[in-house]
């Protein structure tokens, strides 16, 4: 990007099915141009040359060398991350990448470094921040209309369906394995309500032909709250499903789907946090099931004496399909990084940190797991 010129080049290193998802996203607003492709020649990658009218798929140090290149979008299997971000960075490229972001926490931690040694843009492709329902459940924690947060759990019932017995995906030395290939995304969701966390347990099974598919941990937070993570990819895609559920003093609340679109509160309180539940949830529906007066009122929990009025269950969302969502989520974050490279005063809500340190805490959790 020259001076007075305000396009930023684009450009994508490994292109499949889901490297295509992401870049629509990426390249299909003013102010980005895509300029080139390289790393890969498989059909999926040929197919998206033609859908963006590119007419050579490049080798990386071809690529790199262009001037005409500002960013670059890594969308290659994991551990080709850290080797390819770092040679774009030194080359002084931006860079967006698929997460994670590397292998290691050493490995991110270099890659932090060069970046911000050389002023480049380096973050991960981790956009749940981005989603309305993160600033909400952000407030409701922060709020406490339904008091302190006391546990939580993220269960991902994953489809293995379209992963075939030779895919990266099961070899731990291409992935990393579920908590790092996977997990960061939910390790870093659940940091942004409840701040730093450290892993307390860990596990991991295979199936009988030896691939791991199913891993879980608990993570504790600040003031003892103890947060269940677990990851299967085991299901039918037809009953691919996710839950996320925190629970309070007076209530939780209930997200489903790894895009959720929706949230589900259920609880007590009295007349002002009612309120506060509604300026949280805008727009909500929200159904009376009990009603308390006088010495009715008060209820005991956590220790705590509550004065209530009613329980309740309140409905948030408009039930939109996952894709539509997620291709919003990812143009908030291009538009977001790509405010900081045109102006470092930006604050992002999303940096370099956020994905070494959910990177950190994922492989705290796979080290645990396999002593």
């Known amino acids: 990007m020259n001076d007075g010129d305000s396009t930023i ?16 996203q990426f390249a299909q607003t003013p102010g980005i141009q895509l300029c080139g ?9 040929r197919a998206a040359a033609q859908r963006f009218g590119l007419d050579e798929i490049e080798d990386v140090d ?17 551990f080709l991350h850290y080797a390819q971000a770092r040679q774009a960075l030194e080359a002084g490229k931006h860079v967006i990448c698929e997460k994670p972001m590397a292998l290691t926490t050493e490995q991110a931690d270099e890659l932090c470094e060069v970046a911000q040694r050389n002023d480049r843009l380096l973050v991960a492709n981790q956009m749940q921040r981005y989603n309305d329902l993160f600033r909400n459940i952000a407030r409701l924690v922060d709020e406490q209309p339904l008091g302190s947060v006391l546990h939580g759990y993220f269960e991902n019932y994953a489809s293995d369906e379209h992963l075939p017995a030779d895919h990266w995906f099961w070899d731990r030395t291409k992935s990393g394995g579920i908590f790092i290939e996977h997990g960061v995304h939910f390790f870093d969701l659940v940091a942004g309500w409840l701040g730093p966390g450290q892993v307390a347990a860990a596990q991991a099974e295979s199936r009988v032909d030896g691939a791991e598919d199913q891993v879980q941990c608990v993570v504790r937070y600040a003031g003892g709250v103890h947060f269940n993570f677990y990851h299967g990819f085991h299901q039918p895609g037809r009953l691919d499903r996710q839950e996320l559920r925190l629970v309070f003093e007076r209530g939780d609340v209930t997200l489903r789907g790894w895009v959720p679109t929706t949230a589900h509160v259920h609880g007590i309180v009295n007349e002002s946090q009612m309120r506060t539940l509604c300026e949280i949830f805008p727009q ?15 209820c005991v ?17 408009d ?11 990812l143009r908030r974050l291009r538009a977001d990084q790509t405010a900081w490279i045109r102006d470092r005063n930006h604050l992002r809500t999303v940096t370099e940190q956020n994905g070494r340190d959910a990177l950190a805490l994922a492989c705290a959790a796979d080290r645990l797991a396999h002593l």
């Open 9 to 24: 080049g684009l450009a994508v290193i490994g292109c499949g099915g889901f490297g295509l998802f992401a870049l629509q």
């Open 37 to 45: 492709m390289a790393g890969t020649a498989r059909p999926a990658a």
């Open 62 to 78: 071809q690529l790199l060398a262009s001037s005409s290149i500002d960013l670059v979008y890594i969308a290659t299997p994991p």
């Open 284 to 298: 909500s529906r929200t159904d009376a099931t009990s009603t308390y007066s006088g010495r009715d009122r008060e």
């Open 301 to 317: 929990g956590h220790g705590r004496r509550h004065d209530v009025y009613q329980q309740f269950d309140l409905y948030w969302g």
């Open 319 to 329: 039930s939109r399909q996952k894709l539509p969502v997620y291709c919003e989520l």
